[in-house]
Nanobody, 127 residues
Framework: QVQLIESGGRLVQVGGSLRLACVTS????????MGWFRQAPGKERDFVAS????????GYSDSVRGRFTISRQDAENTVYLQMNSLKPEDTAVYYC????????????????????WGQGTQVTVSV
């Protein structure tokens, strides 16, 4: 069983930056493909970013590409999401997800293809 714990969410002003972190345990971290998703009130859970288990390949949604950066530190068993130039529409609960058994250079963008999820961290962007 993989456990995921997110942190870093808070209230921030438009144009500000945040870095989310997700610490994992229960599996060898470099065997896990990692992703970030978000869910705003009344909406579905949307893909934000993913990173392959080797860190060689990343994927982003169109809405965050160029503003957000996903990265991983295998020595810390942690995946990060650096969020810059935040907008009010970025307000959501952000979830970390993990999946094992994927190719070394393959990010995963579909939420249904992840087996493990964190509890989420709230990001609120105020005007």
């Amino acid at each position: 069983q993989v456990q995921l714990i997110e942190s870093g969410g808070r209230l921030v002003q438009v144009g500000g930056s945040l870095r989310l972190a997700c610490v994992t345990s229960g599996r060898t971290f470099n065997l896990l493909t990692m992703g970030w998703f978000r869910q705003a009130p009344g909406k579905e859970r949307d893909f934000v970013a993913s990173i392959s288990r080797t860190g060689s390949t990343t994927g982003y949604s169109d809405s965050v590409r160029g503003r957000f950066t996903i990265s991983r530190q295998d020595a810390e068993n942690t995946v990060y999401l650096q969020m810059n130039s935040l907008k009010p529409e970025d307000t959501a609960v952000y979830y970390c997800a993990a999946e094992e058994g994927r190719g070394p250079h393959t990010p995963v963008v579909v939420p249904g293809q992840y087996s493990y999820w964190g509890q989420g961290t709230q990001v609120t962007v105020s005007v």
